[in-house]
């Protein structure tokens, strides 16, 4: 059983930065979705970047171009999030999640707070 697990969540100001990690606890094989999604207090849970690992084709929402970007290593299966300008709406909790055809896992989440 694949588990991820996010880090570098935290309290940051209006206009700062963080970095997210997510690391999968074994090779993810068959080319993989990686992918970041949020969840912010009584909102639904919104899709925020991905890659497909292999061909590194990369996608963000539309709120987030030009501040985020998400990149993966090349030594292991780890992949970031680096988060530029936050605003305090980027305040959620941060969930990795790796799709396949046949499986999707979930990171535990890790908090991001923007204080104003």
């Known amino acids: 059983q694949v588990t991820l697990s996010e880090s570098g969540g935290g309290l940051v100001e209006t206009g700062g930065s963080l970095r997210l990690t997510c690391t999968a606890s074994?090779?993810?094989?068959?080319?993989?979705?990686m992918s970041w999604f949020r969840e912010a207090p009584g909102k639904e849970p919104e899709f925020v970047a991905s890659?497909?690992?292999?061909?590194?084709?990369?996608e963000y929402a539309e709120f987030v171009k030009g501040r985020f970007t998400i990149s993966r290593a090349e030594a292991d299966m780890t992949f970031y999030l680096e988060m530029n300008s936050l605003k305090v709406d980027d305040t959620a909790v941060y969930y990795c999640?790796?799709?396949?055809?046949?499986?999707?896992?979930w990171g535990q989440g890790t908090q991001v707070t923007v204080s104003s």
């Open positions: 890659i497909r690992w292999d061909e590194g084709k990369i």
């Open positions: 074994e090779w993810i094989f068959d080319n993989p979705l």
């Open positions: 999640g790796a799709r396949l055809p046949s499986a999707i896992y």
